[in-house]
T-cell receptor, first 114, second 117 residues
């Protein structure tokens, strides 16, 4: 079946540090890939997505590139802020014909210290 | 406009009782999803509606779980004979179209935290 594996947290960084949160997936065919974020006290919201190989999703200074050769979709940001503290979830939907819901990783809790 | 809303925000019940959780999707969204999120885990897919019909219920854990969407808008997730293991946050999401292979953004509600004593 489909699955998503992301790095365990919590990840603690200082403000302005470089961020990488690793995400790899297992799926049949070429899924669409997503990063969702959950800020403290708020619901899940889409951060960025990529729907085909080599696509790069970007938003709010975050980027992730769909790498089919390594089945990865790592999240990066060049300079994190305290306001980026949240839980980040990597997720996928399979290509047409598969189940219709998102398959999520377990989430990575990111803590940014001033 | 209004986002996805869910009621109640918290529900505490006793083992063996019946509960209903409600989801109001974004107006005009034809696709509606239910997920369950246990502590320290990512959300797990339960069921997907396209309009009034359950297009995919492969994630429902057993026959104690059932969901309806009679008019293609509001949905209710129903859990019979609740067990302590059902304790989790139940999330609802909606998207404009949905469907197999859809990349439409799913917009999530704040969730209902269910506690079964």
């Amino acid at each position: 079946g489909n699955s998503v594996t992301q790095m365990e947290g919590p990840v603690t960084l200082s403000e302005e540090a470089f961020l990488t949160i690793n995400c790899t997936y297992t799926a049949t065919g070429y899924p669409s890939l997503f990063w969702y974020v959950q800020y403290p006290g708020e619901g899940l919201q889409l951060l960025l997505k990529a729907t085909k190989a080599d696509d790069k999703g970007s938003n709010k200074g975050f980027e992730a590139t769909y790498r089919k050769e390594t089945t990865s979709f790592h999240l990066e940001k060049g300079s994190v802020q305290v306001s980026d503290s949240a839980v980040y979830f990597c997720a996928l939907t399979p290509p047409g014909g598969g189940a219709d819901g998102l398959t999520f990783g377990k989430g990575t809790h990111l803590i940014i210290q001033p | 406009g209004a986002g996805v809303s869910q009621t109640p925000s918290n529900k505490v019940t006793e083992k063996g009782k019946y509960v209903e959780l409600r989801c109001d999707p974004i107006s005009g969204h034809t696709a509606l999803y239910w997920y369950r999120q246990s502590l320290g885990q990512g959300p797990e897919f339960l069921i997907y509606f396209q309009g009034t019909g359950a297009a995919d219920d492969s994630g429902l854990p057993n026959d104690r779980f059932f969901a309806v969407r009679p008019e293609g808008s509001v949905s209710t997730l129903k859990i019979q004979r609740t067990e302590r293991g059902d304790s989790a946050v139940y999330l609802c999401a909606s998207s404009l179209n949905g469907g197999a292979g859809s990349t439409d953004t799913q917009y999530f509600g704040p969730g209902t935290r269910l506690t079964v004593l």
